[in-house]
């Protein structure tokens, strides 16, 4: 049975203008640059503010001023919007000058960097070994195709075999596929290729030059006792490989010398090359810091002259130039809208930093973590009035330049901790402190959690030890057994 009922009740929605604001906070300053870019390449009513930019402003204003009389001004108005709507080459926005100038350079860039790949290098060297025919040389790239950035040929040879027989429709199996893939094995970076961590090391060492009793220990050791090697047993190790403990030691440090990723030297050269671009600068004048935004990025943007006097027309115009009319108010209101999301976001950015700054006083103007308080987003929402959630974006992927170094936001905040004598520090110190016992520990004799728990607790820190499994495991540090040396 259909019924009509009447019912009110309350809905919170955000406009389009403050969904945008919110995307824009999650974007650190190279990714908001890009962003705009984008922005002026698909609203040609946006434009950035540059030098050919102000010489086109500068020689539009010129003829106007020029103008004696009314119909003159109507007449060069009328030129002008003729001469855009054809857009013939007299007038060519700035906006298309600069973007079409940023997107060649940009193609450039990226299709060098593409040649210097990982998997174009293996390609490249595979392609030297002239003795291969062409079957083998296409067989040969699918091989390398199916090795990931570290270097690894995670697939076995059936799986790829399967593969090249369904998509490539040609007939293979794995006695064909595995003399290709020990040629690939022998390519640079050495240990590339290699289906688990242990055949790796063993690539690596079969490779050195050099042919001594140490080597041959550390190929018996991987082949014999790989697994009690993993584990860190060393004693059980000299049982298996026969080895008094000098012997092992230089044999295991042999070991401990290769590359357990051989692909990532490709990773770290692309990884060096990108740079942090802090979004906050924090200066100290006469000890006391002060906060700056890295650029502020609105001041660069403006509407464009030419879409706005289009927008703003209403006499006088047949059906196309109407739709022309509507098409410029449309971009011209879209562009504003993104420019005043800049500016929100901007000052959201800069009130929410100053808010840390304060909190943080005193770690910014000495550079002691040890300083650093309890902090929390909640504390930070509470100063500003601002929501947990928009403190979380602004916090999320920004970093802050300091004289005494480049911080991600978010390494600032961390939890209280209370003191046997009842202080409250940050869990930031503790962890310090963690990280200094473990790096002063014996080597031969780590310090596990619970002798962790016993010396924190002497230094007035009484810490649970699932609490300091959980810190530890937070700074990157393997378990005692995993940290032992011979």
């Not at 007299?90 to 593409?114: G, I, M």
């Not at 006792?225 to 403990?245: C, H, P, Q, T």
């Not at 309890?374 to 602004?394: F, Q, W």
């Amino acid at each position: 049975m259909l019924r009509q009922t009447l019912q009110q009740k309350q809905q919170l929605k955000l406009t389009p203008n403050q969904i945008l604001v919110q995307k824009l906070l999650l974007l650190p300053v190279a990714s908001m640059e890009q962003r705009i870019k984008e922005e002026i390449e698909n609203n040609p009513a946006l434009e950035e503010i540059t030098d050919r930019n102000e010489e086109a402003k500068e020689e539009e204003e010129i003829p106007i001023g020029e103008s004696d009389g009314e119909d003159t001004g109507k007449e060069k108005n009328d030129d002008d919007y003729e001469e855009f709507m054809e857009e013939n080459d007299e007038y060519v926005p700035a906006y298309k000058l600069a973007s079409n100038n940023y997107a060649e350079q940009e193609t450039r860039e990226s299709s060098f960097a593409d040649t210097s790949s990982f998997q174009d290098s293996l390609k490249f060297q595979l392609g030297l070994k002239e003795h291969l025919n062409e079957r083998q040389q296409m067989l040969g790239e699918y091989i390398i195709g199916n090795i990931d950035d570290d270097g690894y040929l995670r697939r076995d040879l059936y799986s790829i075999s399967n593969d090249i027989t369904f998509q490539q429709n040609i007939q293979t199996d794995e006695k064909e596929l595995e003399p290709l893939l020990e040629i690939i094995q022998e390519f640079d970076p050495p240990g590339v290729g290699a289906r688990d961590l242990k055949e790796c090391l063993l690539i690596q060492l079969e490779r050195e030059e050099h042919h001594d009793k140490v080597k041959k220990l550390a190929i018996d050791i991987l082949e014999k006792g790989f697994e009690e090697f993993s584990k860190k047993n060393y004693d059980k190790l000299k049982e298996i490989v026969k080895a008094d403990e000098a012997s092992l030691r230089e044999a295991v440090n042999e070991i401990i010398k290769l590359n357990p990723k051989p692909g990532q030297a490709y990773a770290d050269i692309a990884n060096n090359a990108t740079q942090v671009v802090p979004d906050f600068v924090i200066t100290n004048t006469e000890g006391k810091p002060e906060v700056a935004l890295t650029g502020r990025i609105s001041s660069t943007l403006h509407l464009s002259p030419v879409y706005v006097n289009m927008a703003e027309r209403k006499k006088g115009m047949d059906k196309m130039q109407r739709e022309a009319a509507s098409f410029a108010k449309t971009k011209t209101e879209a562009a504003g809208g993104f420019i005043n999301a800049i500016r929100q976001r901007e000052d959201t950015l800069e009130m929410v930093m100053q808010t840390i700054l304060n909190y943080q006083q005193d770690f910014f103007v000495s550079g002691d973590e040890g300083k650093l308080k309890p902090m929390l987003l909640k504390d930070i929402a509470k100063v500003t009035g601002l929501d947990i959630s928009t403190i979380s974006r602004v916090v999320s992927s920004k970093y802050v330049q300091t004289n005494f170094g480049t911080f991600l936001l978010k390494t600032l905040f961390s939890e209280s901790f209370q003191k046997e004598s009842g202080e409250e520090v940050s869990i930031n110190e503790v962890k310090k402190l963690i990280q200094e016992i473990i790096n002063g520990e014996d080597k031969k004799n780590p310090v596990n959690d619970e002798a962790l728990v016993t010396l924190l607790e002497q230094k007035g820190y009484k810490v649970a030890r699932r609490t300091v499994a959980k810190y530890r495991e937070q700074l990157d540090i393997p378990v005692a057994r995993m940290r032992k040396e011979i």
